[in-house]
């Protein structure tokens, strides 16, 4: 599927290894303990077959009766080719002098001195590299640029060999076909006098449009197939972005696929809970990434989220005192206890509001993290009732937990959130206390 031109060339394969391993990567079988992470090999296509020939090649495994050449053929047994990079050149020496540019590079490290590059005529370190983080073309071509080293960069995605889990090949396809359009976005941009924001719209006439189109031709897609694998190539790149750890390799992982609605609404939440969500999965605390009710950790966006939480609290609270003028002492005692607990939250929030300080750096232990989610979670009183309490609890506190980051972030509000925040945080204050008021009206 991927078209590459027959002519020569120099390219970089982009590899991912998700684990820590142990490769023998020649014919005298020498070993090497590759930690994982992201690693850069390149090479040069100058014989038939050019470029096409070559990273056809590359793409290949030893099951396909490829004989094993490079050490690079060694490595690509045990590491996911995520992407290659190439660009159209008859002069071979490019090869070095991106082996240069990439060892320049912030971060990258050589992981074995002369891999890829034992003929190497010009004195490079290696022709192999190891980055910590997933590495940018944007960054390379700057790097290549202020060399004077100005050759056309083609970015391609590779898309491995079919396996049993169609679920997870398939939304693996979907990202790829997503991130093709994004780059040609990216390296069309730079070419135009457009601003880049005159990029983001795909409304017809428009020149992502045009770019969007020319891609539905190739990959011969429709347009509404190619918006979709966009939106969510734009997601997956926002969790890249984010967690940076391999969470490619989570997202797509076929033994464990996550679906695209759990990809999507981690996106929409803050970047500490996608860390916290794609960090859980990874070590294997949650099979899901998709975020839950019970995460205790920062997850506040914007500040419009605060009134809104409040607002439906407050409907929790109102609700449970109709509720409650039916219930048994039980779940009357347990629901003014949370009550009372939601009417201290709301209090400390509004105190925090009113005097900018952060109530998180002050909230007393009887509001904390870990004993409220125990509460929460305890079991001791099942019911739709106490489902209600809470549910309020829980909307309230959240506010309060997340309060101090939210200031460290700027997330403050405007005057009219403030206001509908005070007057919420006011009537789930009076609400509360009428619930802490209710007699037994339960009779025997
Ligand atoms: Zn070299």
Redesign the pocket.
């Given at each position: 599927m991927i078209l590459l031109p027959q002519t020569s060339g120099v390219y970089i394969l982009v590899f991912h290894l998700a684990k820590a391993t142990s490769i023998a990567f020649d014919r005298k079988g020498t070993q090497h303990s590759f930690p994982p992470g992201w690693y850069l090999y390149?090479g040069s296509a100058c014989g038939a077959g050019g470029l096409k020939g070559r990273l056809t090649r590359h793409q290949r495994h030893i099951g396909d009766r490829k004989r094993f050449h490079w050490h690079v053929d060694y490595f690509r047994e045990h590491a996911l080719l995520c992407e290659i990079w190439y660009g159209e050149t008859a002069h071979s020496e490019f090869?070095?002098h991106w082996?240069?540019a990439l060892s320049d590079l912030v971060g990258t490290t050589v992981p074995v001195p002369k891999f890829g590059?034992s003929d190497?005529?010009?004195?490079?370190p290696s022709?192999f590299f190891q980055l910590p983080d997933r590495p940018s073309t944007a960054t390379f071509r700057a790097k290549l640029a202020s060399r004077h080293l100005s050759l056309k960069i083609l970015v391609e995605f590779v898309a491995e060999p079919r396996n049993k889990n169609e679920s997870a090949r398939g939304l693996q396809d979907e990202y790829l076909l997503g991130r093709r359009f994004l780059e040609v976005r990216r390296r069309s941009i730079p070419e135009s006098s457009l601003e880049p924001c005159k990029w983001v719209s795909l409304a017809k006439r428009k020149p992502a449009r045009q770019l969007a189109e020319q891609i539905v031709k190739q990959m011969k897609v429709s347009f509404p197939t190619l918006k979709e694998a966009i939106e969510f190539a734009t997601t997956v790149e926002t969790l890249v972005e984010n967690c940076r750890a391999n969470v490619l390799q989570i997202l797509f992982d076929p033994h464990r696929p996550q679906g695209r609605k759990a990809i999507m609404s981690l996106s929409r939440t803050s970047d500490i809970r996608q860390r916290y969500r794609v960090n859980g999965v990874i070590h294997g605390l949650f099979r899901s990434v998709a975020p839950h009710s019970d995460d205790t950790v920062f997850d506040t966006v914007k500040y419009g989220e605060v009134p809104s939480r409040l607002a439906r609290a407050r409907g929790s609270l109102e609700r449970l005192l109709e509720l409650l003028s039916t219930a048994g002492e039980n779940v009357l005692s347990e629901g003014r206890r949370l009550s009372r607990l939601c009417r201290l939250s709301a209090q400390r929030l509004d105190g925090g509001l009113m005097n900018r300080i952060a109530p998180a750096s002050a909230v007393p232990r009887y509001l904390g993290k870990e004993i409220l989610m125990s509460t929460l979670r305890s079991e001791a009183v099942q019911g739709r009732t106490i489902g209600k309490a809470r549910q309020a609890l829980r909307l309230t506190v959240k506010n309060l937990w997340d309060f101090e980051e939210m200031m460290r972030r700027g997330l403050v509000p405007t005057a009219e959130e403030l206001a509908t925040t005070r007057r919420e945080s006011e009537q789930i204050q009076t609400t509360a206390r009428k619930i802490e008021c209710q007699e037994h009206l339960f009779v025997r």
């Open positions: 390149v090869e070095h082996a240069k590059a190497c005529g010009a004195q490079c022709h």
